[in-house]
């Protein structure tokens, strides 16, 4: 049975570093004992750091999206 996998994009704040992201994203998946299966990160050539984050389950990856990401509602 192949394994369930939920991604979630997310670009790092105006001028963050791969480790300040993650300094702000760690505690609240401490917190909601969240741990991804894979990060992967790239530098865009503007310098800005993209994140990808692969959950286990679509409501962690939800949970994470609330939390983190600006969703747009049209």
Not at 20 to 49: C, K, Y
Request: aromatic share 6%; hydrophobic share 35%.
């Amino acid at each position: 049975m192949p394994r369930e996998e939920h991604h979630v994009f997310l670009e790092a704040s105006g001028g963050q570093s791969l480790l300040e992201a993650m300094d702000q994203l760690e505690p609240w998946l401490d917190h909601n004992d969240i741990r991804p299966i894979e990060l992967r990160h790239t530098v865009t050539p503007s310098g800005r750091i993209e994140l990808q984050l692969t959950f286990r389950s679509r409501r962690e990856a939800n949970l994470f999206e609330q939390a983190f990401c600006e969703v747009g509602t049209a």
